[in-house]
């Protein structure tokens, strides 16, 4: 029989231990940081008992967005599109798994590759719903201050 803590108990028991009992004994110029500390805790808290399902959706969508910006009219030979579409060695490969396609749209987002194309209204609505997932994870009080949630 294991009566082990799961992750997100036991951060929740180290931020509670932080809070009530560490903190007040610390000098008053510690106690920004104390509250920045359990912030921090609090947020890996919540990244460990959230499921991953929204950015799962939202790296699927990614694939989706890839695998049909290869047929794309705008990705034609020459195209600024075209070399992270697949033309010469500027390419990341998506088919590496899902680090590299992450890392493939951050470099195109970068460089510019869907300014001024036909694929900028849907690289905006994937940068938008990375954000707010993570906004999610790690600040969901930002979220239903704003009118988000």
Avoid: C, K, Q
């Avoid at 231990?17 to 919540?46: F, K, S, T």
């Avoid at 697949?86 to 899902?98: D, K, L, P, V």
């Amino acid at each position: 029989m294991h009566d082990l803590l799961s992750l997100p108990a036991l951060l929740a028991l180290a931020r509670e231990m932080l809070v009530n009992e560490l903190a007040p004994l610390l000098p008053g110029e510690h106690h920004a940081d104390a509250a920045l500390l359990a912030d921090a805790i609090a947020i890996a808290g919540r990244g460990a008992e959230a499921p991953d399902e929204p950015m799962r959706a939202i790296l699927h969508e990614l694939e989706e967005f890839y695998r049909d910006s290869l047929t794309h009219p705008a990705l034609r030979a020459g195209s600024p599109l075209s070399r992270t579409a697949g033309e010469g060695t500027e390419r990341s490969e998506a088919g590496e798994g899902e680090p590299a396609l992450w890392r493939r749209f951050a470099w195109d987002l970068r460089n510019g590759a869907f300014e001024h194309s036909p694929l900028d209204r849907a690289a905006r609505a994937i940068l938008w719903r990375m954000t707010i997932a993570g906004l999610r994870r790690s600040n969901p009080n930002f979220l239903a201050a704003n009118g988000f949630d």
